[in-house]
Structures are given as structure tokens and as C-alpha cells.
């Protein structure tokens, strides 16, 4: 009968005879000494070979589902990096046909001669037969390699049902086949081959050792690419089977990867289009490529953290370790000497969480004789590697942020921003476990409105407690609240996390409104139909105003109305700053501008009393109530966004920032029109 591919769905053939394995045997004992049942030592199992992979896969692989199955690919393609990292492979060809996963090199070829201490088999069938023969022990044959303790092909060889290596070695072809780790005949010297060197190994997993022999075609495009990335001299091609690329976005059935920019090109390819923090990469090499001691490393700067790859003599570390330690110190301990260095108010409360949060990173060294955390080599544990990178990167990234100014300035706002949202979910964590334990409560200075369901209601937010007695007096106690705010609140903007979350007025705030900030916003909790920020009609009343509106969008954005959408819940009052009386009639005027034009409206030869009010406070509360708060005789201005988010965060943060440079630059750029309007009036 034809044999399977690993790609049919028909039955398992029948299992060949297992391998040969020795069992201990002990003297005839008499059955009175047997005084602990049936077990004796004619039941301890001597595993020889490569069945113990194959009773245990897990325990070098890490199982038996589709992830293990790629682990197989990973370790046959690793041995082709090693030749190419040690200097003598070029060129790495990787074939996903109906026959298997095959993986080539041009390297020297696995040595074929007879082994000194097994004589009767070649190099060869030792290193694929048996657990812990390899030439990589030593450091001799390979510098820095990404196989320790010789288990690897020998491993994919015990879970293969065929396995059939090829060496092109002193000018002539060598071939031997496997089934299921059992050589099923010698090596043989196929012929000449005078132009072609190096290592071909084909593999089909075992169905009987796997759940699943489905492999993922991007998944195995992946990895091969990423080896490329890790190692700029050498080239690696792709050729699959078109029949095996369906599915969504599949891989091209040909390509060729060879990237002289290494990291750098990996990971812009991975960041792009992607929104960016800080536009540029910092990346860099410290040693001679493939060598022990060499570190290189690639580092964009994003919002979100999307992309984090580490690697250690070319071997993938999902889990991280030392190599990764070494990153984030460096990155954390140079942004804080940087931003020390320039001032930066907020730099102190940074840590590394806050910095790895804000980057997408790749960082691979080679280090001699690694150690890992198990056999599958998820996480790299050589402690050597933290100081290896961390000496390598920190002086470098220190000059790369002081080169750009304006880069580096985006760079640790982006990071301050991370340590922001962290402290605040911190803090809103300790409020929701300290409110756990009591009731509900509001605010001692608000007043609050008798009707309970939002709809119809409003609070006005009132400077000062002089201006709240007044709009207390004049409000309808039905749907409007009052909450007198104590001078100007704090700049949110210009602040870090814990100064806005210990902020009392802010605090009072949020209680009233209810609807939480930040993360923890909920529009549908909102307290009040509208928001109503009523400040003195003059110069500091317009600072407060923004204070508030800056607070509104940073911590509760839903509030204000976008461009061309919902009509929003956030208003301005519109006092008056002058009272024109002229005999028994009184008119109000909110600026110069509206004054003048008032001015007209009174009969001509009789004196008009003009007076200003120094704020609101000094305002009868019917006035108060007639000018501002009454429904049918106020005038509130919607707050609205006149463009996107990103743009208005921007300006907010440039006027309203810690950054005093960028408020000059402003006021330099449109000083002419506060002039022209001066003259005007």
C-alpha cells in the first residue's frame, strides 16, 4: 500500500514493532521477603533511546497540541541558524509540501564519518537517535548556538513517523531514512555531489503522538521570517504548496527574506500604520552579529503596548527573562536621567511597567552557553544577559533621546501619561474599596435638587461659596443643584495622577456628578441632564471656565458634545458683567462689546447708570436669577468640539500643558489678532 502523507485524514497505519528497550532484573527473592505487594525491581523500566520522548513529548516539547507541533519546525530550523550564526551556512530553504516540512542549509553538513565511540553507526544516526549528542556542548564547533543539551532534532525525530536526512559533505550525497525514530536502514552514500553542501531534513509528525497534524501556514511563514530579521547575513527562502495556503490572508506560495537593517526593519514592518507616540525607532547592535556578548535591539514608541519580541541565540523567549530585564532597565533608568536632565515635573513617578506599557519592542542577544526555564526555552534565566543589555543600551538610548528634543519630549509625555492612568486606577481602586464599606454620600457644599431622575435636571458648578449662597437663593430646588468651588481647581493637564485623585474640589466633583472619570466613566450615570459651569464674567471667571472645561474633557470626554453628533451635557452660564439703568429701565450686558451696543437702546439726553459687577457674588439672587439661571431668560453657551479628539488634545496641551515654551510660541504667533482686536475696541 501507498504510504500517507501527514496531511490525510485516513486511519493511523499499524504502529511498527517498538524499539528495544533492556528491563532490570533481580535474584529470585522468597515470597516471604516480598512484604510490599507485587512491586519489585523486575518492575523498574530502563528507557533507552528515544522512547522516553515518546512515552513523554511533553516534557520536551510542552505537549501534543498544534503549538508543539510548530516547535518541531522551530528546532529543525534552528540548527540551520546555528550554521548560519557560526559563519558557514548563507542560505536557508524552508518547503511546506504534501511530503512534509522540509528545511535546508549550506552549511558544513552533519558529519557522516563513524562515531569513535559507536563505531558500528555513522555521526549521523547518533545524533538523531540518541538524547543528548550533539556538538554543541562545548563551544567549540559552535559559538553561541541555540541547541544546549542535544535533544532537539533528536527529539522531532522520535515524534516524526518519517524522517529522512540528506548531507551534501566532501563533495558527496548522503541519505538516511527514520520511522519514528528507528533507523529503517544504514546511511547510505547516495552519489556525488560535487556543487551542493550542507543539511536537508524532511519530517511528517507522528499522528499517533499528536492531536491535530494540521500546521498553520502563516504561523511557519512567520517563523521563518522572523529568523532573517534575527540575523542580517544570511537569506531564507519560502516555497509551500498553493494547495496547502487556504484559508483567510494566506502566506505567498515564494519568498525571499534577507534584511540588512535586522531589528529595525522587523519591527517597523510589525508597527506600521499603527498610531505612534514618538515618530523614529531606536535601535542599535553592540558586539559582532552572532558572536557571544552581541546584543541588538529595536524600540517604537507607541500608546498601546501591541508588539514585544525577545530572542536568545536566535531562539524565540515568549516569557521574556534576563535579556528582557535588561531592556526595561535601561529604557526606564535613561528616560528618568533624561527627563531629570530637562526638567520634567512628573518624571519621578515613572516605572518600568509605565515604560514597557508605552513601547513595542525586539531585543535579541547570543550568549554563550545560555540558560533557560525548561526545555522549550520560553524564557531565558543567564543572568549575565541583564548587564549584557542593559550596558549595551542604556548610554545609547540616553544620546538618542538628547538628539530631538521634541521626539524625546513626546517620549516621556507618552510614558507620564502611563503612569497617570495607572496611578489613578490605583487610586479609584482604593476609593471603590474604601465606598464599599459605606453608604452613598454627596458632597457637604452641594445643594442638591429634590427631583431624583436625571431628566430636566442641571447643577450649576459656582465659584466661590459668596456666588453659591447667591445661586442657591436663586435657583428652582425642583431640577437645579448647586456646588460652590473654592477659587481656582487644579490644572489636570499640568498634573500628575496623585494630585488629581487627593484633590478635594475635584473629588467633590466627581461624587456629585456620579458618573465616575477616566477608565471609570459612565455616561448613563450621570446625576444631572446638563452640567452648568457659571464663573465670574471677567478675565479670572474665563480661567476657571477652562480649568473646568479642560478637567470635563480630559477625565469625562462624553460629556462634551462632538463635532456633528450628540448635542452633549456640558454648558457655560453667561452672566452679566455690567447693569445699564437708565430711570426705571435696567438692561444687562455681558462685555464692552454687547455694552456699546446696548447703549443705543436708551433714550438720547438722559444720563445711563453704568455698573459693573465684580463678580457674581455681589449679584441679588434675583438678579442672578433673572440674567443666568432661569430657563426662559438665560443664555447657555454648549460646549463643542470643533474638531477631533486627537487635534483638541493637542491644543489643550500645548495651552494647558507643563510645557510653558509652547503657550510663548502661541501667544508669539497670534499675538497680532489681540492686538488688532484691542484697537478695534
Known amino acids: 500500500m501507498a504510504e500517507k502523507s501527514l496531511f490525510d485524514d485516513e486511519p493511523a497505519r499499524p504502529k511498527p514493532a517498538p ?3 533492556r528491563t532490570a532484573t533481580a535474584p529470585a527473592k522468597p515470597a516471604s521477603a516480598d512484604t510490599d505487594g507485587n512491586y519489585s525491581a523486575a518492575d523498574i523500566e530502563v528507557l533507552e533511546g528515544l522512547e522516553p520522548v515518546r ?11 498544534q503549538r508543539a507541533l510548530h516547535h518541531l519546525f522551530a528546532e529543525v530550523l534552528d540548527n540551520s541558524m546555528d550554521e548560519a550564526v ?3 551556512a548563507t542560505t536557508i530553504e524552508v518547503r511546506f509540501t504534501q511530503d512534509g516540512l522540509t528545511v535546508s542549509d549550506n552549511g558544513r553538513g552533519i558529519p557522516v564519518e563513524p562515531h569513535p565511540r559507536f563505531p558500528d553507526k555513522s555521526a549521523l544516526e547518533v545524533i538523531m537517535t540518541t538524547l543528548h549528542a550533539g556538538g554543541k556542548f562545548d563551544s567549540k564547533a559552535y559559538e553561541a548556538s541555540g541547541g544546549l543539551h542535544g535533544v532537539g532534532v533528536s527529539v522531532v525525530n522520535a515524534l516524526s513517523e518519517r524522517l529522512v536526512v540528506e548531507v551534501a559533505r566532501s563533495k558527496s550525497l548522503y541519505r538516511q531514512t527514520f520511522v519514528r525514530g528507528v533507523p529503517d536502514g544504514p ?3 547516495v552519489g556525488a555531489a560535487p556543487n551542493r553542501r550542507g543539511t536537508t531534513v524532511t519530517f511528517q509528525p507522528d499522528r499517533q503522538i499528536f492531536k491535530t497534524l494540521a500546521f498553520d501556514p502563516k504561523r511557519l511563514f512567520a517563523q521563518t521570517r522572523a529568523k532573517a530579521y534575527l540575523f542580517a547575513n544570511v537569506t531564507l ?15 505567498p506560495a515564494e519568498a525571499e527574506f534577507r534584511f540588512p537593517g535586522g531589528l529595525a526593519d522587523f519591527l517597523a514592518e510589525e508597527i506600521k500604520g499603527r498610531p505612534v507616540t514618538a515618530e523614529g525607532i531606536f535601535s542599535g547592535r553592540a558586539g559582532e552579529a552572532g558572536k557571544r556578548g552581541s546584543v541588538e535591539w529595536a524600540v517604537g514608541f507607541v500608546p498601546v503596548d501591541e508588539f514585544s519580541k525577545s530572542y536568545c541565540n536566535t531562539i524565540p523567549t515568549p516569557e521574556g527573562g534576563t535579556h528582557e530585564a535588561g531592556l526595561r532597565a535601561a529604557l526606564l533608568k535613561g528616560l528618568k ?5 530637562v526638567g520634567h515635573k512628573k518624571i519621578g513617578q515613572i516605572t518600568g511597567d509605565d515604560v514597557m506599557g508605552s513601547v513595542a519592542s525586539v531585543i535579541s542577544v547570543f550568549v554563550r552557553e545560555p540558560e533557560f526555564v525548561g526545555q522549550t526555552k520560553d524564557k531565558l534565566s543567564t543572568t549575565e544577559a541583564t548587564r549584557q543589555v542593559e550596558g549595551a543600551v542604556r548610554e545609547r538610548f540616553e544620546e538618542w533621546l538628547a538628539a530631538d528634543p521634541a521626539r524625546s519630549g513626546l517620549v516621556l509625555d507618552g510614558v507620564v501619561d502611563k503612569a497617570d492612568e495607572r496611578l489613578r486606577r490605583r487610586a479609584e481602586k482604593d476609593v471603590a474599596r474604601r465606598s464599599a464599606t459605606r453608604k452613598t454620600r454627596l458632597p457637604g457644599k452641594l445643594a442638591d435638587c429634590t427631583q431624583s431622575k436625571a431628566e430636566g435636571t442641571e447643577i450649576f458648578i459656582v465659584e466661590g461659596d459668596s456666588a453659591g449662597g447667591s445661586a442657591k437663593q436663586a435657583r428652582q430646588r425642583a431640577t437645579q443643584a448647586v456646588l460652590p468651588l473654592r477659587g481656582k481647581i487644579l490644572n489636570v493637564a499640568n498634573a500628575g495622577r496623585d494630585k488629581v485623585m487627593a484633590n478635594q474640589q475635584l473629588g ?10 477616566g477608565k471609570t466613566f459612565d455616561l448613563e450615570k450621570l446625576r444631572y441632564e446638563r452640567v452648568i459651569i457659571m464663573t465670574d464674567a471677567d478675565v479670572d471667571g474665563a480661567h476657571i471656565a477652562s480649568l473646568l472645561i479642560t478637567f470635563f474633557f480630559r477625565e469625562m470626554p462624553g460629556l462634551v458634545a462632538p463635532p456633528g ?11 452679566p458683567l455690567y447693569k445699564l439703568t437708565q430711570g426705571t429701565k435696567s438692561l444687562y450686558a455681558r462685555d464692552d462689546i454687547h455694552r456699546a451696543e446696548l447703549m443705543a437702546e436708551f433714550k438720547e439726553g438722559r444720563q445711563v447708570e453704568v455698573s459693573r459687577f465684580k463678580g457674581l457674588g455681589e449679584m441679588m439672587p434675583a438678579q442672578l436669577k433673572e440674567t443666568t439661571m432661569h430657563p426662559t431668560t438665560r443664555t447657555l453657551l454648549r460646549v463643542t468640539l470643533v474638531s477631533e479628539q486627537n487635534a483638541t488634545r493637542a491644543s489643550i496641551d500645548r495651552l494647558m500643558g507643563n510645557k510653558p515654551e509652547a503657550r510663548f510660541q502661541f501667544i508669539q504667533e497670534n499675538a497680532q489678532f489681540a492686538e488688532a482686536e484691542a484697537l478695534d475696541i
Not at 337 to 341: C, K, L, S, T, V
Not at 508 to 517: K, Q
Open 86 to 88: 557560526a559563519g558557514h
Open 508 to 517: 467633590d466633583l466627581i461624587l456629585a456628578l456620579g458618573c465616575g472619570s
Open 187 to 189: 546511511l547510505e552514500k
Open 55 to 65: 512515552r513523554r513529548p511533553g516534557m520536551y516539547i510542552g505537549g501534543t497540541d
Open 19 to 21: 524499539q528495544k528497550r
Open 565 to 575: 453628533g450628540s448635542p452633549g451635557h456640558l454648558f457655560l452660564a453667561v452672566p
Open 337 to 341: 536621567a533624561h527627563g531629570e536632565r
Open 237 to 251: 527562502r519560502w516555497k509551500a504548496d498553493p494547495a496547502l495556503l487556504a484559508g483567510d490572508k494566506p502566506p
